[in-house]
Structure formats: structure tokens, C-alpha cells
């Protein structure tokens, strides 16, 4: 049996402290995926990878990044 992951849905975007962020996805159970970065959106659009980690058990995935001192800066979680 092959276990592909669910696409995950965002379920939260929240600040935490002076210049951080909260994100938090919900998706597959145990299943690893990666989140990327990027502070531009024009073509060739270059994403950075800022971890790589597994959902918990209930399928919730999250990462904080204490100093998001970037203007904008977009983010996406892919999967393997």
C-alpha cells in the first residue's frame, strides 16, 4: 500500500512575538513535508527550503519562525 499524503490546508497564520510567525497546516498523519520560501514571486521565482518535518499523529503541522523580518515573503509546503 502506497501512502501519497493529502495535500494540506492551511489552517492557521498567526504573528508571535515582535517579528515572528505561526503557520500551521493540517494534512496527512505522520507524513513528512517541506516548507519553502520565497521574498519574490516574479519568474525565475527561487524557493528556499526552511525545514523539512513530519505532520503529528492528528495530521497537524507546524513551524514558527521567531524572526520573519522580510516585508513580504510568501510560503508553500510541498510533499516528496
Avoid: C, D, H
Avoid at 505532520?55 to 510541498?78: C, D, H, I, M, Q
Amino acid at each position: 500500500t502506497f501512502n501519497f499524503g493529502a495535500r494540506p490546508q492551511q489552517s492557521k497564520m498567526a504573528p508571535v512575538g515582535a517579528n515572528g510567525l505561526v503557520l500551521e497546516f493540517i494534512g496527512t498523519p505522520n507524513y513528512p513535508y517541506t516548507l519553502q520560501a520565497t521574498t519574490n514571486l516574479a519568474s525565475p521565482v527561487i524557493w528556499r527550503s526552511l525545514t523539512n518535518q513530519s505532520a503529528n499523529s492528528n495530521g497537524l503541522w507546524r513551524f514558527t519562525e521567531p524572526e520573519a523580518v522580510e516585508a513580504k515573503k510568501y510560503y508553500r509546503l510541498t510533499m516528496p
